[in-house]
């Protein structure tokens, strides 16, 4: 079974080229379908790379050549693009296959057989991303914006906390955000998922449904005989955060890099 993700800010294209797909290769299976380059950014600190990518190149918060920037790729990968033959020869170098929207059929079936006739090759990543953007006479897209403070409630006064500040947020009835410092602070969020949209993914984890934490307040990580992990947080806190066994591989993979 081939493993693929599809990253495509428009959510039709992307449900119409996954119909597409499940016609024409029933042994390419889409694992995940990524909205946006802050997404995908996410998606690969916490996964390991799929054996192919179908990618559009401007997506709603940036370019996704800014994928290769951040990480070592080495999966083919087949471009979806509205782009013209000045741009599609520009990167002609790389990848598998360049399709313009709206994708042909015939065109996406021939792309999936040339990646099957290259599977056993890994295709290495523009070297330049710079200028093969300015040949595509597009802007290098701004860096993806992540909260730099939060403000807190102490009584009755507004106070700033950086984020840098902050060793970990936990959930416990409210929301919680513990500093290095060892203060805790009630935060004005619903729920952690609101605030972890809100942060630098290569800075914060997810560790379970309680607790993000900071890379730079682990002390140490336990591994127990299922699998599953202990996260020790740095005085004052020393706070021990679980790690499930299904989340253990990614988490080593953002941990140890």
């Given at each position: 079974?081939?493993?693929a993700?599809?990253?495509?800010?428009?959510?039709l294209?992307a449900?119409?080229?996954?119909a597409?797909?499940?016609?024409?290769a029933d042994?390419?299976?889409?694992?995940?379908?990524?909205?946006?380059l802050?997404t995908?950014?996410?998606?690969?600190l916490?996964?390991?790379?799929?054996d192919?990518?179908f990618?559009?190149i401007?997506l709603?918060?940036?370019?996704?050549f800014?994928l290769f920037?951040h990480f070592?790729?080495g999966?083919p990968?087949?471009?979806?693009?509205a782009?013209?033959?000045?741009a599609l020869?520009?990167?002609?170098v790389?990848?598998i296959?360049?399709?313009l929207?709206?994708?042909?059929?015939g065109?996406?079936?021939?792309a999936?057989?040339?990646?099957?006739r290259r599977?056993?090759?890994?295709?290495?990543?523009p070297?330049?991303?710079?200028?093969l953007?300015?040949?595509?006479?597009?802007?290098?897209a701004d860096?993806?914006v992540?909260?730099?403070?939060?403000?807190?409630?102490v009584r009755?006064?507004?106070?700033?906390?950086?984020?840098?500040?902050?060793?970990?947020?936990?959930?416990?009835?409210?929301?919680?955000l513990?500093?290095?410092g060892?203060?805790k602070?009630?935060l004005?969020?619903?729920?952690?998922e609101?605030v972890e949209?809100?942060?630098?993914?290569?800075v914060f984890y997810?560790?379970?449904r309680?607790?993000?934490v900071?890379?730079?307040?682990?002390?140490?990580?336990?591994?127990h005989?299922?699998?599953?992990?202990t996260?020790?947080?740095?005085?004052?806190a020393?706070?021990?955060?679980?790690v499930?066994?299904?989340k253990?591989?990614a988490?080593k993979?953002?941990?140890d890099?």
């Open positions: 079974m081939i493993n993700v599809i990253i495509e800010d428009e959510s294209i449900r119409e080229l996954q597409k797909i499940a016609e024409l042994d390419v299976k889409i694992v995940d379908v990524l909205p946006s802050k995908a950014k996410k998606w690969f916490q996964h390991a790379e799929p192919l990518l990618m559009d401007q709603s918060d940036g370019v996704s800014e920037e070592s790729l999966c990968v087949i471009f979806t693009t782009y013209d033959e000045y020869r520009a990167f002609k790389n990848g296959d360049y399709l929207k709206p994708i042909d059929r065109e996406l079936a021939d999936i057989e040339k990646f099957r599977a056993g090759e890994r295709p290495k990543p070297a330049d991303f710079q200028e953007l300015k040949a595509m006479q597009m802007p290098a860096r993806p992540f909260k730099e403070k939060f403000v807190v409630n009755n006064t507004w106070v700033p906390v950086s984020t840098r500040e902050i060793a970990c947020f936990a959930r416990d009835n409210l929301n919680y513990h500093t290095f060892g203060e602070y009630i004005d969020y619903n729920t952690l609101e949209e809100l942060l630098d993914p290569r997810r560790a379970n309680q607790y993000i900071n890379i730079e307040a682990i002390q140490s990580v336990k591994p005989e299922n699998q599953k992990l996260l020790m947080l740095k005085a004052p020393k706070l021990q955060v679980d499930s066994r299904e253990a591989p988490f993979k953002w941990f890099r």
